[in-house]
């Protein structure tokens, strides 16, 4: 894991929500009979030919001897016991005053109509049961943002964020998306056209490392802009007879915990027998940070024959500063060749117990002259 997936490994999930989030989940709660006949739970299904039928565990304050599962026109679908369903007794179970957990197979394709749940208590049992369910379509599609920064619940301007997307079919997890990914949407709170995000699977960082291997997961990465309301959209079609799912965020970003920019370089040289000669090159970024603290400055090199991660780091006062990276000059020749862009670069704070990325550059282009200097390096570099 280079630095930048380093800063990214604390964050924590700020926001999740899928294109069925306004699906709400229908709760049933009932006695069972005092006469010791079987209780029966009314389940509405309506919507789409192509669902899925899903339930929360069935919690159970008294002991089942069955449960029966009937459809529409009263026909037996299964009939099992609790042991067979999947049965975690009431002293296991999370919330062990609610009972017995008993788990229950979902139904594809459900069709539309009142089905049946069917309870059977054993001889004498009394108490009360609970049981939600939902009735989702085919194709789910899901949006999971995580924060690169060192803030859990907040989400700074100018912070790196990344998107993860998820999609399911009858749901199991997709992992092979059609030819066109879903397409990704950032608009402002004028709903203006912000970026649109390009979401990859195998996404790598500009050092070559993979920043997810979850089968089917895709990944994009973008800032908010300025301190403000925002919303990202996700949409995707995914067969040419199905319909469109959509699933968006509504983002919040507070002002900028800091500012990055390259302000310019200097050459580190060495006087010799045969004229100077070039030791190192320093990178000098010009900072502005909210907070006082300890940071560091990753860049990532990237030239013909390889790619390199150096950093700088400095304790900076809030406010203006400057942080400088040293790349000793056998590091930019091995290279293969005159750099013209920074491919990233990072600024990381470390707080009492994590790091995280607070600004970010991607494609930072130099001047001619810039260029310039670093070409002369590539002539002048010093030999033991």
């Known amino acids: 894991m280079d630095a930048f997936a380093q800063a990214q490994a604390p964050a924590q999930q700020q926001l999740v929500n899928s294109s069925t989030a306004a699906i709400k989940a229908q709760q049933l709660t009932a006695a069972l009979p005092a006469g010791g006949g079987p209780l029966n739970l009314s389940i509405e299904v309506q919507g789409e ?28 679908v299964w009939r099992k016991t609790p042991a067979e369903l999947g049965l975690t ?19 594809r394709d459900a069709a539309p109509g009142r089905w049946r749940l069917q309870l059977e208590a054993r001889a004498g049992a009394k108490g009360q049961v609970l049981l939600s369910y939902r009735v989702l379509p085919r194709f789910e599609l899901s949006l999971s943002l995580l924060s690169a920064g060192s803030s859990g619940s907040m989400i700074a301007a100018g912070e790196p ?9 009858y749901g199991v997890p997709l992992t092979n998306w059609a030819a066109t990914a879903p397409q990704l949407s950032l608009r402002d709170s004028r709903g203006e056209l912000v970026a649109s995000p ?27 802009p300025a301190a403000g309301e925002y919303r990202l959209t996700a949409q995707h079609q995914f067969r040419a ?24 370089l200097r050459l580190e040289q060495q006087a010799g027998a045969a004229g100077a ?22 860049i990532s090199l990237v030239g013909p024959a390889g790619s390199r991660m150096v950093s700088g780091s400095s304790l900076l006062a809030a406010g203006a500063g400057r942080i400088s990276v040293r790349v000793s000059a056998d590091k930019l020749a091995a290279l293969g060749g005159p750099l013209t862009v920074l ?19 991607q494609d930072v282009a130099l001047s001619a002259e810039q260029a310039n200097e670093l070409r002369a390096v590539y002539m002048a570099v010093c030999r033991p």
């Open 89 to 107: 007794p009431q002293a296991d179970a999370g919330r062990p005053e609610l009972g017995d957990a008993i788990v229950l197979p979902a139904v």
């Open 198 to 224: 390009k979401a990859e699977a195998g996404a790598r960082t500009a050092t070559g490392i993979l920043i997810s291997d979850e089968p089917g997961a895709l990944i994009a990465r973008f800032i908010l």
């Open 277 to 298: 000669c070039v030791r190192a090159v320093l990178f000098d970024f010009a900072v502005n940070v909210a907070t006082a603290g300890n940071y560091a400055c990753n």
């Open 49 to 76: 030919p192509e669902n899925r039928l899903v339930f929360s565990s069935l919690r159970s304050t008294a002991k089942l001897a069955a449960i029966s599962l009937l459809d529409p026109l009263g026909s037996l």
């Open 343 to 361: 491919a990233r670069v990072g600024l990381i704070r470390f707080g009492p117990s994590e790091a995280g990325l607070v600004a970010e550059l």
């Open 161 to 169: 964020l990344q998107l993860v997307l998820r999609g399911q079919d």
């Open 241 to 264: 007879t199905a319909k469109p799912l959509q699933a968006e965020l509504l983002l919040h970003a507070t002002a900028p915990k800091a500012a990055l920019a390259l302000s310019g």
